[in-house]
């Protein structure tokens, strides 16, 4: 069965960095585009990063360009997201989450989340 | 950007009716439209992809239609597992934006 695990998240200070990583297994990951998306506090889902299967291709939510890189490794099933210069803005639960594969970008399974605080 | 913008953003129904949740985006976004379900704590699950296609293991109690800008979600006979907030997603605009609409949270009546 597939399952993603973040890790990673907990309380920082703005300015500061953060990574979150994301162990996938019971699928072929080096075959599936992965995405982070994210749900500040009592609000919506915001798409942030997404890294295509095999790492070439990047794409990042303008309020996190230049400051959150998105990464993967395949011989370990893991993906990353580099955030630094971190914001207030950014507090949030970080999901990671895979591809269907089919119809555009939709994403059929989702980790558990991992909590970021962005605080002084 | 696209926008996306659900409606209603809440919803009080019982159990056992026929709900209907739209999503209208701000220019044509042809099919390429997808129905989530979040449950407080708990990572959302995709319902509809595609505008019409379930999602497998999803009640068939949960449908979707549309084409263009405007979409809607159905759930034919409400169940008491059913009450969450339900998302829909764009995934046709480009510069790449997969934006949400602002999610429509169903209650019991």
């Known amino acids: 069965q597939v399952q993603l695990v973040e890790s990673g998240g907990g309380v920082v200070q703005p300015g500061r960095s953060l990574r979150l990583s994301c162990a996938a297994s019971g699928f072929i990951f080096s075959s599936y585009g992965m995405h982070w998306v994210r749900q500040a506090p009592g609000k919506g889902l915001e798409w942030v990063a997404s890294?295509?299967?095999?790492?070439?291709?990047?794409y990042y939510v303008d309020s996190v360009k230049g400051r959150f890189t998105i990464s993967r490794d395949n011989s370990k099933n893991t993906l990353y997201l580099q955030m630094n210069s971190l914001r207030a803005e950014d507090t949030a639960v970080y999901y990671c989450?895979?591809?269907?594969?089919?119809?555009?970008?939709?994403?059929?399974?989702w980790g558990q989340g991992t909590l970021v605080t962005v605080s002084s | 950007d696209i926008q996306m913008t659900q409606s209603p953003s809440s919803l009080s129904a019982s159990i056992g009716d026929r709900v209907t949740i739209t999503c209208r985006a701000s220019q044509s976004i042809s099919n390429y439209l997808n129905w989530y379900q979040q449950k407080p704590g708990k990572a959302p699950k995709l319902l509809v992809y595609a505008a019409s296609n379930s999602q497998s293991g999803v009640p068939s109690r949960f449908s979707g239609s549309g084409s263009g800008t405007d979409f809607t979600l159905t759930i034919s006979s409400l169940q008491p597992d059913d009450f969450a907030t339900y998302y829909c997603?764009?995934?046709?605009?480009?510069?790449?934006?997969?934006?949400f609409g602002q999610g429509t949270k169903l209650e019991i009546k």
């Open positions: 989450a895979k591809e269907l594969g089919l119809a555009g970008i939709v994403w059929d399974y």
């Open positions: 997603q764009q995934s046709y605009s480009t510069p790449l934006a997969y934006t």
């Open positions: 890294i295509s299967s095999d790492g070439s291709n990047k």
